[in-house]
C-alpha cells in the first residue's frame, strides 16, 4: 500500500506545475443565511508549495478550507482537487479523495476517548486497511519521531499541552501520506516559541512528504516562516495574492497592519 | 387681548387601529415563527432517524465501537440500576405493608410487589434514570466532539459519523435498555425481601417462589418490549441532540440538559402509549 501511495505521488510530482494546479478554486460563494462570507474567491495551489492565506477572523479563511473538502457546500463556484469538481463527487468518491488530502484542525480535535496510539491509529486502519499490525506500529512510531513526541504513545490528549496536541494531531494528519495538507490557524493559542516549533514542522512536513499545503493563519511570524506564495482574504474577497515580500514591502494600510 | 394656552391633548390608552394591528400582525409572525422552528425541528429529526435506519443496514457495521457503546451504556449503568432497583423494592415494601396488613393480605406482598416492579415500576424508573445518565452523557459528549470539531476530523478521515458515532450508540442503548430493565426488576424483587424482613422472617426462596408464582408472560413481555422503545427514545434524543448542538461551548450544557428533558418525557409518553396498546390486547 504504501508503495502504490510512493507511486501516486510520483505520478503527481510529473505533473507540470503551473499548468496544472493541485487545488483550483474559481469564483466560490458560499453564504449563511444572508450572510454573504466568500464572495468570487479564486486561488490557485500549485503542486510542492505552501500558500498562506492571510486574513482577519472572520474573514471566511476556515469557511474556505471547508468548502474544500466539502466539510462546508458551497453556494456556486467551483473547487478542483486532484482534478475532482468536489460538488460533484459522490460519497465514496469524496472519502477517497479524503484520503489524499490531510485536515490540521484549530482546535487540534483529537479524538478524547482515545489514547494517542489509538488515535494514530483511527485514519490509518480505514484508510489503509491491508496494513498489518507491525506496519501500523512502525507507522505510529514513525510519525511520532517526526514530530518529537515518540515517548506520548499511550497518553490521553488531555494529558497533553496545546502544543503537543497540534504536533500529534499533524502526526495523524500525515499518517497516511497526504498529498495535501490543509492547516487551519496552526498556532492560534500557543506560545511564541512553541509557534515557531510548529512552523518549523510544516516546513519539515512539506520537505519531506512532498505535501502541496494550504495554511489558513492570522499569525504573520507563522506566514513568514511557511509562505512560498501568500493570499489575504478581506471581507470574503481576494484583496492581495503575492509574494511575501510583496506583503512586506506594502504601502496598503490593512497589509501594513498586519506586516508591522 | 390675552392669548389662551391650548389645552394639552388627552393621550389616549386606547390603542389605534393601526397600533393594534401592528401588534396583531407581530404576534402572528411570532407565532409563525414558533411553528415553523418546531415543524423544521420535526422534519429534522424525521431525516434524523431516516438516516440512522439507512445507515444501519448499509455494510460495514462498526462492531468494536457498538461493543464499546454497550459497555459504556449497559456496564457502567448498571450498578446505579442495581442500588435504586433495590431501594425501589424495600421502599415499596415498607409502604404497601401496612395497606395489605389492614385487610389481612400480608401474605399477597410478595406476588403484588412482583407484578407492579416488573410491569411498571422497574421499567420506568430504571427508563428514566437512563435518560438522565445515558442521554445526558451522549448530548455532552457528542456535544463536546462538535464543538472541538472531532466529528470534522472524523469526516475528513473518511469516516462516517453518522455510522460510527449514531448508529452504535442507538442500538446500544436500545438492547441494553431492557437488560438494565431485567438487572433493575431483579434487585427490585430482592429489595422487596430485605424489606419483607425488616418486620418479619420471611425465606428468599419462599418469597422468591410467591414473586413469581404471581406473574404471568402477558405482566412480562409487553414490559420489556416497551423498554426496547425506551432505549431507542434515549439514544435518538441523546445522539440528535449531542449531534445537533451550536459551535460554542455552552451549547454541550444545552445539549446535555435538553436531552434529558426530552428523552424523560418521551420515555414517559411511549410508556402511556404501550400501557394503552397493552390494555386493549388483554
New interface residues.
Partial sequence: MMNSQTDHRENVSAVKTPLKPMIEINNLRKAFGTQEVLRNVSLNLYNGENLVVLGKSGSGKSVLI?CM?R?LNYDSGTINVLGNEVSSLS?KEL??L??K?G?L?????????MTVKQNLE??LR??NKELNEKEIDDKIHEVLENVGLAESLNKMPSQLSGGMRKRISLARTII?DPLIMLYDEPTTGLDPVTSDEISALINEVQKKYKTSSIIITHDIECARATANRVLMLKDGEVYLEGKIEDFNKSTDPLIKSFFK | MKKLNPVPRMKSFVPSIREQSIRLSEKTMEEKEIASTFLLGVGDVTIFVKDIFKETFTRRFEFKEFLRQCYEIGNKSLPLIAVTGAIMGIVFTIQSRPSLAKFGAESMLPGMVAVSIIREIGPIITGLICAGKIGSGMGA?LG??KV???I?????????PMKYLIVTRVIAATLMLPILVLFSDAFGIFGSWIGANMKGNVNLVLFFYQAFGAINFMDFFPAIIKTFFFGAVIGVVGCYKGYTAGRGTESVGIAANSAVVVSSLLVIIVDMIAVQITDMLQ
Wanted: glycine share 0%; hydrophobic share 45%; charged share 25%.
Fill in positions: 471547508k473538502v466539510l460519497m472519502n477517497e479524503r484520503m488530502v485536515f484542525f484549530q482546535s487540534s480535535a483529537l479524538y478524547d476517548s483511527f485514519p480505514r484508510i497516511v | 459528549e463536546s466532539m472541538t470539531e472531532q470534522d476530523a472524523m469526516e475528513v478521515s473518511a469516516t462516517n
